[in-house]
Every structure is written in C-alpha cells, then in structure tokens.
C-alpha cells in the first residue's frame, strides 16, 4: 500500500502563487506516494484552501483510507522551484518567453493530471464562455494590478512602460494579425476597465461580477481581501481562477509576465497563441 503524505504550507499570497507552489511539488513528488495538501491561504480561506476550490489531486487512490500523519512541512527542501528564477528562467520571464515549448508541455500535463477543478469553482465562468464567446473570435488582455508599481512592488518606477497608451498599441498590432471581434479583459484595475471600454465599446467585454481597485490605488487586491467575510474572500478566488481560464480559452491572449494569473493561463491553454504586453518591464524578482 503506498504512503499517503500530508504536505502543510501556508501562503500569504495570491491564489495563482498557491497553485504553482502545488505544482511545484507534484513536479518533484515520488511516484511511489500519495500525497495530500493540506495549503492555507486566509486571503481566499479560512480553511485548507485547496478543498475550497480544488478537488484532492489523488483523491481517488486515497479513497476512505486514513491518511497517515507523515508531514512534509517545508516544500522547498523538494527540490529547487520548478519553474525557476535562474538557470530555468527562459521558461517564465525574460523576452524569448516559454521556447522551451517541450518543458511547457510538461508542465501542462501536470496541471491535467493533478489540477481538479470542482464543478461550482468554473460554472459562472464556462456560462460566460458561452455566451460571449462562441462564434467569436476573441483577444484575451490580462493587466497585473498598479501594486506591481508600487514601492513594494516587483516594477517600482516603471509604470511609464505599461500605461493604457502604450497596452492600446500593442492591442491594435495584435489586431492586425488576430483580427478580434471581442476584447475580453482580465484585470484587478477600474482605470483599466475605464479606458478600455471607452477605446473599444462593444468589443469590450468583462467578465461579472469583477472587483476593481479603485483609480490611484497601490494596494494589492489580497491585501483588500484580508478584512472580508470568508464568503466574500472566496469569491475573489473564484473570479481569479474564471479570469485564467477564460484567458486560455481565447483566440490569442497578451499577458503579464508578472503574473502568476497569466502564467496559469498558460499552462491551461492547448496551444502557444499569446505574447506578453510588459516585455520591457524589468521585474526584479524576475531576473
């Protein structure tokens, strides 16, 4: 009977970064063990996190059994994480993003494999899909949040590079190639929503209920988060899981480098069709 371990972390970040923290350890698993991940994250739970919106990646092969009291606390001492800020870095960042299309695919079979949505957790977002989606063919744009620019964040000072001018831009030469009948939008920022919509009218579509952070705002959504209801603060998780999945189920996407929600995205879609909007920005957690 092989041997079911109990993997406790708790993670103070977004939703995406918990994910790819599981990923990390899936990645690095012995094959000849089960594991269950018992991840708390109070910005979308009061709870283990992952039951809240996942189902148990071995679920099944665990059944009723008990789940036996072996802990691994720290995740890292697994191995360095997978997706790597330096010798793995062309993976992730920098400008020849994801060449290693092989390594990405690996990843992708992972997320297949072990990553369970429960039903409830995309039911409003695959609703959305079909009503706004089908028969069209559309340009997903996912725009990090101002805290990137912060002086907290991972691109303090150079908000220049990302303004709404400059996204428009490579919107219109994105168009020229996709020819897109809708812009589904995917962002945290209400100046975002704002400009956008004015610049594309009916193609502009957002997914509801969004919460935006207000215009001038530094402040990082999970840090709005951390004083509502655990009701409220799951719906937060549910809209950022819909917003990455309808990501990948555009026609062709421009995402953020800084994002974990883009990069999981990524790792949903079947195919390469996307390229990012912030190649210029030098994050600095990022190489």
């Known amino acids: 009977m092989k041997k079911v371990n109990i993997i406790k972390h708790s993670c103070t970040g977004g939703l ?7 990923l990390h350890c899936l990645y690095y698993r012995d094959p000849n063990q089960l594991y269950y991940f018992d991840f708390y994250n109070s910005n979308y739970s009061d709870t283990n996190v ?3 919106f996942f ?3 071995f679920a099944k ?15 890292w001492k697994m191995g360095d994480f997978f997706l790597g800020y330096g010798k793995e870095q062309d993976i992730k960042y920098g400008k020849f993003q994801f060449k290693n299309t092989d390594r990405v695919n690996e990843i992708r079979n992972l997320v297949n494999n072990f990553v369970f949505f429960k039903q409830e957790t995309l039911k409003h977002a695959i609703e959305f899909k079909d009503k706004h989606f089908n028969n069209q063919k559309v340009l997903g744009l996912h725009k990090r949040g101002s805290d990137m620019f912060s002086n907290r964040g991972h691109g303090y000072g150079q908000e220049h590079l990302l303004t709404i001018d400059n996204i428009k831009k490579i919107i219109d030469k994105t168009n020229k190639d996709v020819c897109f009948d ?3 939008v995917a962002t945290d920022e209400q100046k975002t929503v704002t400009d956008l919509c004015k610049y594309y009218g009916e193609k502009f579509i957002l997914k509801q209920p969004t919460f ?11 840090e ?3 004083n509502l209801k655990e009701e409220e603060r799951k719906l937060r998780g549910l809209e950022m899981l ?3 999945y309808l990501l990948s189920e555009c026609n062709f996407c421009l995402n953020s480098r800084g994002s974990n929600v883009s990069l999981l995205s990524i790792f949903l879609r079947k195919n390469f069709n996307f390229t990012f909007i912030d190649d210029d920005v030098n994050y600095w957690h990022l190489g």
């Open 212 to 222: 935006l952070v207000p215009v001038n705002s530094t402040t990082s959504i999970q």
């Open 182 to 184: 809708k812009l589904f």
């Open 224 to 226: 709005l988060n951390r």
């Open 55 to 57: 189902i148990q990646p």
């Open 242 to 244: 819909g917003d990455a």
């Open 61 to 75: 092969q665990i059944g009723t059994k008990e789940v036996q009291a072996n802990y691994i606390y720290d995740i």
């Open 16 to 22: 995406g970064s918990t994910i790819m923290k599981l």
């Open 50 to 52: 992952w039951n809240t």
